[in-house]
C-alpha cells in the first residue's frame, strides 16, 4: 500500500475510533482527527478521564465497527445545514472548526454507520479495509495547540494494511521504549530535568558532562583543521540587535518575553505603567529592552563587522558553542529532544561569492565525518526553499536563486538522496537539513547548513575588495550536531545507552574478586587514569556475580577483573561487552595499549548496536 493509500487507511481509523468513543461515551465532545506519520489521533471533550481500561473497551469497539463493514458516505452540505446538525448533536467544537473552512470552499459530512463527522477526505470505502488497528495512549491536548485554551484528552492509534505490518511496528515501539533517553538518561544519571529550574531546562549531571564534552573536543579538532576560530558571546543581549537580524519579529512567538533595562523598568513603575503595556513598548520599539538570544549569528555579526575586513582574509569562520532560548509550548517539551534552551555547535562562515560552493562543501564533509564516526550510515538530505507566495522571506529574488542553486550543487556532490522541499528555508535563506535514521528506523533531523545573503545586508557588513571597493560578504550558518541536548538525547537511544568505549562515562571497571585484591585494584586504577582512562574500581563486598550484573546495568563497555592469578602474574583478565576482540587475559601493559587503541581510534561497538 502506498504513502497515500496509509494516510487514506489511517484517516478512516480515526473517524472509526471517534465513533467507538461516541458509542461508549456518548456525551463526548469531538474536536478532530487527523492522520499522522505513524498512526492517527483525536481529540475529545469528556469529563471522564480515559483509562486503559477505556482504551481496551473503545479498541473492541472499533474492532465491532470495522466487522460491522460500514460504508462511508461523502455528503456535501451547505453551511447552515452543518451547523444545525452539530448544533443539535451539542457538538461545539465542530461548529468553530466549520467556521474556519473558507467561504469558497465546499463543506462535506462524511457517515460511517451512525457517525457522522465534519471532514473534507478522503477514505476508505468500507469499514472492513482497515484491517490492523491499535490504540496506543491518551495524553492531555490544548485546544487549537494554545496552552490559553481548555486541555482535551487526545487518544492516539495506529494503523496498518497489515496485522504483520502492525506487529513489526509495535515490536518498534517496544525497542524504542527500551532505548528511551528519558528512561535511560534517569537511569546511567546523564542528565536532569528539575520542576524547580525550569520546564525544558537541562541540568548535565557529571556522567553526561563527560559524553558532551568528549564531542566538543572531538569537533573541536575538526575545527582547527578546517580553520575556524573560537569564539564567545553572551547570553543575554540588546532587543535592538535581535530587531536589525530580523529575529524578533519573525520568531517572537518562539522567543522568551523580552526584559526591560533597569532605567526602563524603574520608569514604568513610577509612570504606573501595567505589564502589558510596558511589554508593548518594548515589542513596538518605543523602550529598548533585552533578549535571552533564540540565535548566536547576531553576535557572531558584531564580532565580524569590529574590523574592516579585506578580502584577503576571507573566509571569515567563528565558531561558538552557543547556548539559545526558546520558548516551546509546555505540551511540545519532551526529555532532551525538545527544550527551551540548548546548546548549539554554532558556526558562521563569512566568505566572497566565489568561495561560497567550496565553503559549503567544508560544511556537509564535516557533517560526514561526524555521522560516520557515530556509525549513523542512513541518512538523507532535504533541501529547504522558500514558498513564493508566502511573505515570511526577506532579500532578493536574486540572492534566493543563487542560494538555492549553490546547496543543490552541493547536495548533488555528496552523492546520498536529497528532496527538495519548498516553505521549509529560514526565513532568510534556503538550507540543507540531515534527516538520518536510527539503528530502529525512526528518522530524526540533526545538522543544518543555511546560506544567506540577508543578514550582511541588514546589518551592512563589507569586506574592502580588490578593487579597493566595499563589498558584500556572504554568511553560512551550519550547526553539524543541530543541539548538543537532541544530540546526545539520540546517541543515547542509537546506542541503547551501550556507547562506544570513547565516549562512555565510565571506559573499565576494574572487578575484584574478593578483599584480598582491592590494593591491586586500585594501583591498577592508578594506571589506568595515568593512561587518560576514566576508570573506577568495584571493591564491594558482594559477590562476583552482583558486580558483573552491577557493571551490566550501569552500562560499562569494559571490565577488567582481577583474582589471585592476575595479581600474581600482573595481568587483568577481560571483558568487553561492546568490542568482541577485546577479551581474555592480557598483561596491564597490553590491555592499557589496546584500551587506549580503542579510544583513540573511537571505534564503534562490534555491528554498531547494543549486546
Same mark, same amino acid.
Given at each position: 500500500?502506498?504513502?497515500?493509500?496509509?494516510?487514506?487507511?489511517?484517516?478512516?481509523?480515526?473517524?472509526?475510533?471517534?465513533?467507538?468513543?461516541?458509542?461508549?461515551?456518548?456525551?463526548?465532545?469531538?474536536?478532530?482527527?487527523?492522520?499522522?506519520?505513524?498512526?492517527?489521533?483525536?481529540?475529545?471533550?469528556?469529563?471522564?478521564?480515559?483509562?486503559?481500561?477505556?482504551?481496551?473497551?473503545?479498541?473492541?469497539?472499533?474492532?465491532?465497527? #470495522?466487522?460491522?463493514?460500514?460504508?462511508?458516505?461523502?455528503?456535501?452540505?451547505?453551511?447552515?445545514?452543518?451547523?444545525?446538525?452539530?448544533?443539535?448533536?451539542?457538538?461545539?467544537?465542530?461548529?468553530?472548526?466549520?467556521?474556519?473552512?473558507?467561504?469558497?470552499?465546499?463543506?462535506?459530512?462524511? #457517515?460511517?454507520?451512525? %457517525?457522522?463527522?465534519?471532514?473534507?477526505?478522503?477514505?476508505?470505502?468500507?469499514?472492513?479495509?482497515?484491517?490492523?488497528?491499535?490504540?496506543?495512549?491518551?495524553?492531555?491536548?490544548?485546544?487549537?495547540?494554545?496552552?490559553?485554551?481548555?486541555?482535551?484528552?487526545?487518544?492516539?492509534?495506529?494503523? %496498518?494494511?497489515?496485522?504483520?505490518?502492525?506487529?513489526?511496528?509495535?515490536?518498534?515501539?517496544?525497542?524504542?521504549?527500551?532505548?528511551?533517553?528519558?528512561?535511560? =538518561?534517569?537511569?546511567?544519571?546523564? %542528565?536532569?530535568?528539575?520542576?524547580?529550574?525550569?520546564?525544558?531546562?537541562?541540568?548535565?549531571?557529571?556522567? =553526561?558532562?563527560?559524553?558532551?564534552?568528549?564531542?566538543?573536543?572531538? #569537533?573541536?579538532?575538526?575545527?582547527?583543521?578546517?580553520?575556524?576560530?573560537?569564539?564567545?558571546?553572551?547570553?543575554?543581549?540588546?532587543?535592538?540587535?535581535?530587531?536589525?537580524?530580523? $529575529?524578533?519579529?519573525?520568531?517572537?512567538?518562539?522567543?522568551?518575553?523580552?526584559?526591560?533595562?533597569?532605567?526602563?523598568?524603574?520608569?514604568?513603575?513610577?509612570?504606573?505603567?501595567?505589564?502589558?503595556?510596558?511589554?508593548?513598548?518594548?515589542?513596538?520599539?518605543?523602550?529598548?529592552?533585552?533578549?535571552?538570544?533564540?540565535?548566536?549569528?547576531?553576535?557572531?555579526?558584531?564580532?565580524?563587522?569590529?574590523?574592516?575586513?579585506?578580502?584577503?582574509?576571507?573566509?571569515?569562520?567563528?565558531?561558538?558553542?552557543?547556548?539559545?532560548?526558546?520558548?516551546?509550548?509546555?505540551?511540545?517539551?519532551?526529555?532532551?529532544?525538545?527544550?527551551?534552551?540548548?546548546?548549539?555547535?554554532?558556526?558562521?562562515?563569512?566568505?566572497?561569492?566565489?568561495?561560497?560552493?567550496?565553503?559549503?562543501?567544508?560544511?556537509?564533509?564535516?557533517?560526514?565525518?561526524? %555521522?560516520?564516526?557515530?556509525?549513523?550510515?542512513?541518512?538523507?538530505?532535504?533541501?529547504?526553499?522558500?514558498?513564493?507566495?508566502?511573505?515570511?522571506?526577506?532579500?532578493?529574488?536574486?540572492?534566493?536563486?543563487?542560494?538555492?542553486?549553490?546547496?543543490?550543487?552541493?547536495?548533488?556532490?555528496?552523492?546520498?538522496?536529497?528532496?527538495?522541499?519548498?516553505?521549509?528555508?529560514?526565513?532568510?535563506?534556503?538550507?540543507?537539513?540531515?534527516?538520518?535514521?536510527?539503528?530502529?528506523?525512526?528518522?530524526?533531523?540533526?545538522?543544518?547548513?543555511?546560506?544567506?545573503?540577508?543578514?550582511?545586508?541588514?546589518?551592512?557588513?563589507?569586506? #574592502?575588495?580588490?578593487?579597493?571597493?566595499?563589498?558584500?560578504?556572504?554568511?553560512? $550558518?551550519?550547526?553539524?550536531?543541530?543541539?548538543?541536548?537532541?544530540?546526545? =538525547?539520540?546517541?543515547?537511544?542509537?546506542?541503547?545507552?551501550?556507547?562506544?568505549?570513547?565516549?562512555?562515562?565510565?571506559?573499565?571497571?576494574?572487578?575484584?574478586?574478593?578483599?584480598?585484591?582491592?590494593?591491586?585494584?586500585?594501583?591498577?586504577?592508578?594506571?589506568?587514569?595515568?593512561?587518560?582512562?576514566?576508570?573506577?574500581?568495584?571493591?564491594?563486598?558482594?559477590?562476583?556475580?552482583?558486580?558483573?550484573?552491577?557493571?551490566?546495568?550501569?552500562?560499562?563497555?569494559?571490565?577488567?577483573?582481577?583474582?589471585?592469578?592476575?595479581?600474581?602474574?600482573?595481568?587483568?583478565?577481560?571483558?568487553?561487552?561492546?568490542?568482541?576482540?577485546?577479551?581474555?587475559?592480557?598483561?596491564?601493559?597490553?590491555?592499557?595499549?589496546?584500551?587506549?587503541?580503542?579510544?583513540?581510534?573511537?571505534?564503534?561497538?562490534? =555491528?554498531?548496536?547494543?549486546?
Amino acid at each position: 500500500m502506498d504513502e497515500i493509500d496509509l494516510i487514506t487507511l489511517r484517516h478512516s481509523a480515526a473517524h472509526i475510533l471517534a465513533a467507538a468513543v461516541t458509542r461508549l461515551f456518548p456525551e463526548a465532545k469531538l474536536d478532530v482527527g487527523p492522520p499522522t506519520e505513524n498512526g492517527f489521533y483525536y481529540d475529545f471533550d469528556l469529563e471522564h478521564k480515559f483509562t486503559q481500561e477505556d482504551l481496551a473497551a473503545i479498541e473492541r469497539e472499533m474492532e465491532k465497527i #470495522i466487522g460491522e463493514n460500514q460504508e462511508f458516505i461523502r455528503r456535501e452540505v451547505t453551511r447552515d445545514e452543518a451547523k444545525k446538525f452539530f448544533e443539535d448533536r451539542g457538538q461545539v467544537y465542530k461548529i468553530e472548526r466549520l467556521n474556519d473552512i473558507p467561504t469558497d470552499e465546499k463543506v462535506t459530512l462524511y #457517515i460511517n454507520g451512525e %457517525f457522522t463527522d465534519l471532514c473534507r477526505g478522503e477514505h476508505v470505502r468500507y469499514s472492513k479495509q482497515v484491517k490492523a488497528i491499535k490504540l496506543l495512549s491518551v495524553a492531555g491536548a490544548y485546544y487549537r495547540g494554545n496552552e490559553k485554551n481548555k486541555q482535551m484528552q487526545r487518544i492516539y492509534g495506529t494503523a %496498518f494494511p497489515s496485522k504483520a505490518e502492525l506487529d513489526s511496528y509495535l515490536a518498534q515501539l517496544e525497542e524504542a521504549k527500551k532505548r528511551d533517553h528519558r528512561r535511560l =538518561g534517569k537511569e546511567l544519571k546523564l %542528565f536532569l530535568i528539575d520542576d524547580e529550574v525550569g520546564p525544558g531546562m537541562v541540568l548535565w549531571l557529571p556522567k =553526561g558532562m563527560i559524553i558532551r564534552n568528549e564531542l566538543q573536543n572531538f #569537533i573541536l579538532g575538526a575545527l582547527m583543521k578546517q580553520g575556524y576560530q573560537q569564539v564567545f558571546t553572551p547570553h543575554i543581549a540588546k532587543l535592538g540587535l535581535f530587531r536589525t537580524s530580523g $529575529h524578533f519579529p519573525y520568531y517572537k512567538e518562539s522567543q522568551f518575553p523580552p526584559l526591560p533595562d533597569r532605567e526602563t523598568l524603574d520608569g514604568s513603575i513610577a509612570e504606573n505603567k501595567s505589564a502589558r503595556e510596558l511589554f508593548s513598548e518594548l515589542e513596538m520599539g518605543v523602550k529598548d529592552g533585552f533578549l535571552l538570544k533564540p540565535m548566536n549569528c547576531p553576535g557572531h555579526v558584531r564580532i565580524y563587522s569590529s574590523e574592516q575586513r579585506s578580502y584577503r582574509e576571507l573566509p571569515i569562520r567563528l565558531a561558538e558553542f552557543g547556548t539559545v532560548y526558546r520558548w516551546e509550548q509546555s505540551g511540545e517539551l519532551s526529555g532532551m529532544t525538545r527544550v527551551r534552551g540548548f546548546t548549539q555547535d554554532d558556526a558562521h562562515i563569512f566568505c566572497r561569492p566565489d568561495q561560497l560552493n567550496d565553503e559549503i562543501d567544508g560544511c556537509l564533509q564535516l557533517v560526514r565525518l561526524i %555521522f560516520s564516526t557515530l556509525g549513523i550510515t542512513e541518512f538523507r538530505v532535504r533541501i529547504g526553499l522558500r514558498d513564493k507566495s508566502s511573505d515570511k522571506y526577506i532579500g532578493s529574488d536574486s540572492n534566493w536563486l543563487v542560494s538555492e542553486e549553490a546547496l543543490r550543487k552541493a547536495a548533488k556532490n555528496l552523492a546520498v538522496p536529497f528532496e527538495e522541499k519548498e516553505g521549509e528555508a529560514a526565513f532568510y535563506g534556503p538550507k540543507i537539513d540531515f534527516v538520518v535514521k536510527d539503528v530502529i528506523g525512526r528518522e530524526w533531523q540533526l545538522g543544518t547548513v543555511q546560506v544567506d545573503y540577508n543578514l550582511p545586508e541588514r546589518f551592512d557588513m563589507s569586506y #574592502i575588495g580588490e578593487d579597493n571597493q566595499k563589498h558584500r560578504p556572504v554568511m553560512i $550558518h551550519r550547526a553539524p550536531f543541530g543541539s548538543l541536548e537532541r544530540f546526545v =538525547g539520540l546517541l543515547i537511544e542509537h546506542f541503547g545507552g551501550d556507547f562506544p568505549t570513547w565516549l562512555a562515562p565510565e571506559q573499565v571497571r576494574i572487578l575484584t574478586l574478593n578483599d584480598r585484591m582491592n590494593d591491586f585494584g586500585h594501583s591498577l586504577q592508578s594506571k589506568l587514569r595515568d593512561s587518560g582512562i576514566r576508570c573506577s574500581v568495584d571493591d564491594h563486598s558482594e559477590k562476583f556475580g552482583a558486580k558483573i550484573r552491577c557493571a551490566e546495568l550501569d552500562r560499562i563497555p569494559n571490565m577488567f577483573i582481577v583474582g589471585e592469578k592476575e595479581v600474581q602474574s600482573d595481568s587483568v583478565s577481560v571483558r568487553s561487552r561492546i568490542n568482541s576482540g577485546f577479551d581474555g587475559t592480557m598483561t596491564i601493559r597490553e590491555a592499557i595499549s589496546f584500551l587506549r587503541k580503542l579510544i583513540d581510534s573511537k571505534a564503534l561497538p562490534d =555491528g554498531n548496536r547494543q549486546p
